[in-house]
């Protein structure tokens, strides 16, 4: 066969494959590896490698937008110094994602505006960028969702996407207190994933033992942090919201400049 015949079928082979970016990188891979006197092992490895690549970024675009992220937070953009209770060095080691591979959940509590869900959401952005499915969800959505899947009928179908996902986030534990059926099915959620050793990310203003005020029954707020705290990092932020602190030493700035 002559090479300009391989060739076209390497061409429509790619396509049939559906291994769009090998084939797009195809011309240039070739050329290098004539360029380069690269062995065919190598120029494969190279064809292989940047199909792989764009395959992982799709699907790192894809996750983050079925993770229902609020606006993207990071890491680098968190202010340890103006937030000392926060251990730097237990945040980048959340940030390894070992607690992730180990089904370890975490916990963010304290009051408003100390930065939870900002390093909640920093974690999950990790997460996802290391290609794990994350899903994210105020415990209000949670429910809202809940409620509207019991009238429909599929609530196991909302459990099945909560379990599914490698990190699920809970953000806002508190705020609102739960009913009976939701407090079953927040249940229910936290322990299918304690089962299946899958992380969880919780925040809340709520230290545990107030967790009874939020729930309906004392029996079903212990067991469910019995579960949550089995195997979990537990972060206590307390100090002061850092906008109204950051509003505040701005007044005081004007005020001294003037
Ligand atoms: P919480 O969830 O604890 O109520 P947030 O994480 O929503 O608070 O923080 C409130 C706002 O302040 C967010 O915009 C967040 O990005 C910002 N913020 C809080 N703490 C810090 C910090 N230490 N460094 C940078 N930004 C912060
Ligand atoms: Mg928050």
Avoid at 29 to 47: A, F, N, Y
Avoid at 152 to 165: C, D, I, S, Y
Avoid at 171 to 198: C, H, I, M, Q
Wanted: net charge neutral; aromatic share 6%; charged share 30%.
């Amino acid at each position: 066969m002559s090479a300009a015949v391989s060739y076209e079928r390497v061409r429509e082979q790619l396509e049939r494959l559906g291994m769009e970016s090998a084939l797009i990188s195809l011309d240039s891979v070739l050329e290098r590896g004539q360029k380069e006197e690269r062995l065919p092992v190598e120029i494969l490895d190279d064809l292989l490698g940047r199909e792989l690549t764009a395959r992982f970024e799709r699907r790192v675009q894809t996750n983050l937008k079925l993770s229902g992220l609020p606006a993207p937070k990071t890491l680098e953009s968190f202010d340890f110094e103006a937030q000392p209770q926060v251990p730097k060095d237990v945040i980048e080691e959340l940030a390894t994602l070992r607690f992730l591979h180990q089904g370890e959940n975490v916990l963010f509590l304290g009051p408003c505006g100390v930065g939870k869900s900002h390093l909640a959401i920093a974690l999950t952005l990790k997460a996802i960028e290391r290609g794990h499915r994350a899903y994210f969800l105020s415990l209000h959505d949670l429910v809202t969702k809940s409620r509207v899947a019991r009238e429909k009928n599929r609530l196991e179908m909302l459990l099945r996407v909560t379990t599914r996902a490698d990190l699920f986030i809970l953000d806002e534990v508190g705020y609102l207190p739960l009913e009976n059926a939701d407090a079953t099915f927040l249940f229910e959620v936290v322990s299918k994933r304690y089962e299946a050793s899958k992380s969880t990310v919780v925040t809340s203003n709520k230290s545990y033992g107030q967790w009874d005020e939020i729930f309906p029954d004392p029996v079903l707020a212990t067991a469910l942090l019995d579960r949550l705290l089995h195997h979990a990092t537990t972060i206590n932020i307390r100090g002061e919201s850092y906008r109204l602190r950051h509003r505040r030493q701005a007044g005081t700035d004007l005020t001294s400049a003037s």
